[in-house]
């Protein structure tokens, strides 16, 4: 985590209990990879090129599943930044 980081995954619980979780590709500029990060997490930056989505796709696709919604993160600090 820090300046240098940025968003590899987005995931969601609606209230009725349906979830959705993506993996987001890292754009050409998000040049930042701490390899302690990735023994916590787990998730390879190989694995975000191949399976990620870009992240425009996310930003739209949580617009249309949350619509007008009020939305709470459990990553209030990182989010707050």
Do not use: K
């Not at 992240?55 to 600090?77: H, T």
């Amino acid at each position: 985590m820090g300046s240098g980081s940025y968003p590899i995954e987005t995931g969601l619980v609606l209230g009725d209990g349906r979830t959705f979780c993506r993996l987001i590709r890292p754009l050409p500029q998000w040049e930042h990879w701490d390899p302690a990060a990735e023994r916590m997490h787990g998730i390879r930056r190989e694995l975000l090129h191949r399976r990620g989505i870009p992240p425009e796709d996310m930003a739209e696709e949580l617009n249309r599943r949350l619509g007008r919604q009020s939305v709470y993160s459990d990553g209030w600090a990182n989010d707050f930044a």
